[in-house]
């Protein structure tokens, strides 16, 4: 899709009250920073403030507290929320996808030179090496990717999450510096915190998300439901306004303008260069590795374009099933019911015609798995089996 004209999408409206939006310094809030930074909300007729956040467990708190009125937020929110888990007082939405990708697992220099590439020389290091403690691996809160696609990537080679390793949970600016200090041996985080450690020499990155779980989801734009219930008007114009940052984010040519925007104090704070470097990563993993592991022909590190912004409600029975996995959860009686309240895609999808862009048919489309889809009436089914399978072993 070709850049969007800007003018023709203001709205001849007065301002409303201050809107507050909150981030972590993160490369995937480039959307939310870019609406601001390039005059889109306030076309829009929204007076937005950007409130940057150490973590997401404040994002959490503020949000369901009512301190902030929308957060570029991890997309395992609204699911632990509506499950009642991890101290949130009231159920999340999400309204809206910001991308996909972006992430990736890093070892540290000390692991990397000890020849670890992989899961797998990563469990032979584990079964050979004569240490005091298990290695200690931090990811982003519970409910992330980041800690499910980690636990996934290692498992892959045998490696226990819960016993061979330690896993631990940083806010994602914090990491790079714990690694640089020796208090960390790995981490599974977004960027440009992978890219920071590899350019200070004190990591190496192994390998992205978007390898292990192709243009999986990451964050969204997440509302509580009574702020949606209250406020429903503001949801469009301030998914629009989003949506037109997301053309100018994943448009290459953009992508110095927008490291430098991203590079600012008040959003990632550290070098333009290093978010350059970090916009360009995936092209960067492709250069580096052997024809062999080369990922398919259209993988992409990570998507920031509107088309892979709709809210699904097939992203949150993944995650669902993924807690269920690792018994983080006991198997859910109709996640498919669950999920809805996830989501909410009529403000998004009055946007996204306002703009030309398409939706999918239905809230729960096909999520794209390592190997085949995953659809809806096929998960039910799956979790049918499950519950079955725990109610008689127990």
């Not at 509302?223 to 997301?246: F, K, Q, T």
């Not at 959003?267 to 990922?295: C, F, H, M, W």
């Not at 999920?339 to 909410?344: F, L, Y």
């Not at 729960?364 to 072993?393: C, D, H, T, Y």
Request: glycine share 8%; with cysteine; charged share 20%.
């Amino acid at each position: 899709m070709g850049a969007m004209p800007i003018g023709s999408f203001i709205k001849s409206v007065h301002p409303v009250r201050a809107l507050n939006i909150g981030f972590v310094p993160l490369v995937d809030a480039a959307p939310v920073i870019a609406a601001f930074e390039l005059g889109f909300f306030a076309e829009e007729g929204l007076d937005v403030r950007l409130e940057r956040q150490i973590g997401w467990g404040n994002v959490r708190d503020k949000l369901t507290y009512g301190h902030l009125d929308a957060a570029h937020a991890l997309i395992g929110m609204p699911s632990l929320s509506v499950l009642g888990g991890d101290r949130f007082a009231e159920p999340l939405i999400a309204v809206l996808n910001l991308g996909s990708g972006g992430d990736a697992i890093t070892l540290s220099t000390r692991l990397a030179e000890a020849g670890i590439t992989s899961s797998g020389t990563f469990a032979e290091w584990l079964r050979r090496s004569a240490r005091r403690s298990p290695p200690v691996i931090a990811h982003v809160f519970s409910c992330s990717m980041h800690h499910y696609l980690l636990r996934d990537w290692l498992a892959s080679a045998g490696i226990d999450p819960d016993v061979d390793v330690s896993l631990c949970v940083l806010p994602p600016a914090q990491m790079a510096g714990h690694m640089a200090k020796g208090y960390l041996d790995g981490f599974c985080v977004g960027e440009p915190w992978n890219t920071l450690a590899e350019s200070e020499r004190t990591g190496a990155i192994v390998i992205a998300t978007t390898e292990l779980l192709p243009a999986h989801p990451e964050k969204s734009l997440i509302v509580s439901r009574r702020w949606a219930d209250e406020n429903g008007s503001l949801l469009e114009p301030m998914i629009r306004a989003i949506l037109r940052a997301c053309v100018f984010c994943d448009e290459q040519a953009n992508y110095p303008a927008l490291a430098a925007m991203l590079a600012k104090p008040k959003y990632l704070d550290i070098e333009a260069k290093v978010v350059e470097a970090s916009l360009n990563l995936g092209r960067t993993l492709i250069q580096r590795r052997s024809s062999r592991r080369q990922p398919s022909t259209d993988w992409r590190l990570r998507d920031l374009s509107p088309q892979s912004t709709f809210p699904s409600g097939t992203h949150h029975l993944w995650l669902m099933g993924e807690m269920v996995r690792w018994k983080h959860q006991l198997p859910i009686d109709d996640p498919i019911a669950m999920a809805k309240r996830c989501v909410d895609t009529s403000p998004y999808r009055a946007a996204a015609a306002s703009l030309g862009i398409e939706c999918p048919p239905d809230d729960f489309p096909p999520m794209r798995l390592r190997s085949g889809w995953l659809k809806a009436e096929s998960f039910s089914a799956v979790q049918r089996i499950n519950r079955k399978v725990v109610s008689s072993e127990v």
